[in-house]
């Protein structure tokens, strides 16, 4: 599998840019998986729902599935701040591609995702994992580079680059955890 992160500030349009690189590989015959950064108390269950009585009752682990999917949900009963490539583990194992969103502090190869009204600094100054830029602004970059850069509407050109450059993603899972 071939893991890459999208890293930047809120705003920026990591989102976006992951949801409309998901089909774009999907065309290129890919299989893809997100691992997605959330903050502190986020829910996807909801009260009154099976699942949901269930964790409330105290259960550390739930499994819902049906014939199209399945979730897993899992209750800390302590804090605990699993790392990426902990995360990464917990995925099956049969994709081609991870997007990462978030973790902009990771020691994976990533692709930061700069837009110049966000008044944020650029990070791919100072983090030597940052390899390509994604802006709307590709002359207002603070910093000259020898990066790629690319235009955030311009996705199938990023997932050509994606495929042509797979090697550079692979990910080796002995090395991480």
Same mark, same amino acid.
């Given at each position: 599998?071939?893991?890459?992160?999208?890293?930047?500030?809120? %705003?920026?349009?990591?989102?976006?840019?992951?949801?409309?690189?998901?089909?774009?590989? *999907? !065309?290129?015959?890919?299989?893809?998986?997100?691992?997605?950064?959330?903050?502190?108390?986020?829910?996807?269950?909801?009260?009154?729902?099976?699942?949901?009585?269930?964790?409330?009752? %105290? $259960?550390?682990?739930?499994?819902?599935?049906?014939?199209q999917r399945l979730a897993l949900m899992?209750?800390?009963?302590?804090?605990?701040?699993?790392?990426?490539?902990?995360?990464? $583990?917990?995925?099956y194992q049969g994709v081609d591609w991870?997007?990462?969103?978030?973790? *902009?502090?990771?020691? !994976? !190869?990533? &692709?930061?995702?700069?837009?110049?009204?966000?008044?944020?600094?650029?990070?791919?100054?100072?983090?030597?994992?940052?390899?390509?830029?994604?802006?709307?602004?590709? $002359?207002?970059?603070?910093?000259?580079? !020898?990066?790629?850069?690319?235009?955030?509407?311009?996705?199938?050109v990023l997932a050509d680059w994606l &495929?042509?450059?797979?090697?550079?993603?692979?990910?080796?899972?002995?090395?991480? &955890?």
């Amino acid at each position: 599998m071939k893991v890459v992160a999208f890293s930047g500030d809120s %705003g920026a349009g990591k989102t976006t840019l992951v949801e409309r690189l998901i089909p774009a590989l *999907k !065309l290129r015959g890919q299989r893809v998986s997100v691992v997605k950064h959330a903050h502190h108390k986020f829910d996807i269950d909801h009260p009154g729902k099976d699942t949901h009585r269930h964790r409330e009752a %105290g $259960a550390f682990e739930v499994v819902v599935a049906s014939n199209q999917r399945l979730a897993l949900m899992r209750e800390f009963e302590q804090s605990a701040s699993l790392t990426v490539h902990q995360l990464i $583990a917990e995925l099956y194992q049969g994709v081609d591609w991870v997007l990462v969103e978030g973790f *902009k502090q990771s020691d !994976l !190869l990533k &692709i930061e995702v700069w837009r110049p009204e966000t008044g944020k600094l650029a990070r791919y100054i100072d983090d030597d994992f940052v390899i390509a830029i994604a802006t709307n602004a590709p $002359a207002q970059l603070p910093h000259k580079t !020898l990066r790629p850069v690319f235009e955030l509407d311009q996705v199938d050109v990023l997932a050509d680059w994606l &495929i042509e450059q797979a090697h550079r993603f692979e990910y080796s899972f002995e090395m991480q &955890i």
